[in-house]
């Protein structure tokens, strides 16, 4: 489970104060997938990272009572200074996970070559996508969280980063960001909608689609 406490997050820019979520209590249940829409800059990366704990909020608290990803198609959490074998060992050593075990898995997924014991700073945006997948691949999270995460290499590599994220949706939970509704639909049961620093909720993730295309169409 995992659940927003009267949790604020604002963000102050040039004496304007703006909302990204506004006092908002949600609980998360297992059991169902997620998807989280809302226009450009309404905040639905910044709240990924908020329950992913690379953000604090405002105020109030997010507990978590479950073990929650980082997000996927999010590179910032890697050290560029370090390689991309030496972000792994430090991602296991955060997660509890046995080291070398990850390390071996993330060097045959990702499928880098010579550069995984290269910096990642010297990485292209699709490198980081693979060492990112791998690495979340790699670990058994109950909820993996999704943002617009974007499929990278030759197609047998596609085929593969699906299969693996399918195999893995047997026993968890996603909760995800994207413009595309099919993949929403493919992956969500239910779905979140936010607008102006308020999380609506809906059981149906077509009935949060639906209120997403009316939002847009009123400005």
Do not use: W
Request: hydrophobic share 35%.
């Amino acid at each position: 489970m995992i659940r927003l406490d009267h949790m604020t997050k604002i963000f102050r820019l040039k004496g304007e104060t703006r909302y990204i979520a506004k006092d908002v209590s949600f609980t998360v249940p297992r059991g169902d997938s997620i998807g989280l829409l809302g226009r450009n800059g309404a905040g639905k990366s910044t709240l990924l990272r908020l329950i992913a704990g690379t953000i604090k909020p405002t105020s109030g608290k997010i507990i978590r009572l479950a073990n929650v990803s980082f997000p996927l198609g999010f590179q910032g959490s890697f050290n560029g200074s370090l390689t991309g074998e030496q972000n792994v060992r430090f991602v296991a050593r955060i997660y509890g996970h046995d080291t070398e075990e990850l390390v071996d898995y993330v060097q045959d997924f990702a499928e880098l070559g010579r550069s995984y014991y290269m910096p990642v700073k010297s990485y292209s945006s699709g490198m980081k996508a693979r060492l990112a997948f791998g690495v979340s691949m790699g670990i058994d999270f109950d909820y993996y969280l999704v943002d617009e995460i974007t499929a990278v290499g030759d197609s047998n590599f596609k085929k593969k980063c699906k299969r693996v994220f399918e195999e893995k949706l047997q026993n968890s939970d996603i909760i995800m960001v994207s413009h595309s509704n099919s993949a929403l639909k493919d992956y969500c049961t239910t779905g979140i909608v936010l607008e102006d620093g308020s999380l609506t909720y809906f059981a149906n993730i077509d009935d949060a689609i639906k209120m997403h295309d009316e939002n847009m169409a009123r400005r």
